[in-house]
Each structure stands twice: as structure tokens, then as C-alpha cells.
């Protein structure tokens, strides 16, 4: 099993930045990418940007690009930068991982989530 916890959630201005940290502790070994999800009230999950183990292979949402910026190692430890936030950036965050190298696709474990409040 791997366990996630995030932090770094908070109250933002637009146009404000935010950094989420996700740090991955258990069997990690058996990850190969992590990454970040994201679920605003009324909507469901989606994805925001990944990164993987081998080679920091990143991808993002089109919505973020640009904007955000994911680091780490992609197996114990991901970063997620959030610059010139918007409102509709207003969700819970949710740190993914995968022994898989699409945890977009294919999510093995989550974290508790963290709340992204961005105020216009």
C-alpha cells in the first residue's frame, strides 16, 4: 500500500499563487508516476497534470498549461505550482499515484485532498 498526504491548500487572491506538496510514503517502490486531480463543487474529479518516474515526463491539463507546473521524482514526493490562479481554479486537490506510468488514466492510490479557494 502507499499512503498520500497533501498540503498547501489555502485562500487566494486571482492572480495569486499557491504550491501543493504530495508526499508518498509505504510501498513506493512500485510507483511510476504521480500526479494531480481535481474536483471543483458540483463536477467531477479531472485531471490536472502528471509526472512520471522515468525521465519526469510531464503533462497537463489544457486548462493549466501555462499556468501550472508539476515536479518531483514521481514516486515519493510531487510538487504542484499554481501561478495566476482563477477562480474556476476553485477545487479540491487530490494527489494520485500509480504503478503505472498513466496515473491519469489509471490512478492506483489518492490522497485526503486539499482545498483550493480562489477568490476573484
Known amino acids: 500500500q502507499v499512503q498520500l498526504v497533501e498540503s498547501g491548500g489555502g485562500l487566494v487572491q486571482a492572480g495569486g499563487s499557491l504550491k501543493l506538496s504530495c508526499a508518498a510514503s509505504g510501498r513506493t517502490f512500485g510507483v511510476y508516476s504521480m500526479g494531480w486531480f481535481r474536483q471543483a463543487p458540483g463536477k467531477g474529479r479531472e485531471f490536472v497534470a502528471t509526472?512520471?518516474?522515468?525521465?519526469?515526463?510531464t503533462k497537463y491539463a489544457d486548462s493549466v498549461k501555462g499556468r501550472f507546473t508539476i515536479s518531483g521524482d514521481g514516486k515519493s514526493i510531487v510538487y504542484l505550482q499554481m501561478n495566476s490562479l482563477r477562480p474556476e481554479d476553485t477545487a479540491d486537490y487530490y494527489c494520485?499515484?500509480?504503478?503505472?506510468?498513466?496515473?491519469?488514466?489509471?490512478?492506483?492510490?489518492w490522497g485526503q485532498g486539499t482545498q483550493v479557494t480562489v477568490s476573484s
Open positions: 509526472i512520471t518516474r522515468s525521465e519526469s515526463r
Open positions: 494520485a499515484a500509480a504503478s503505472s506510468i498513466r496515473v491519469d488514466r489509471n490512478p492506483d492510490y
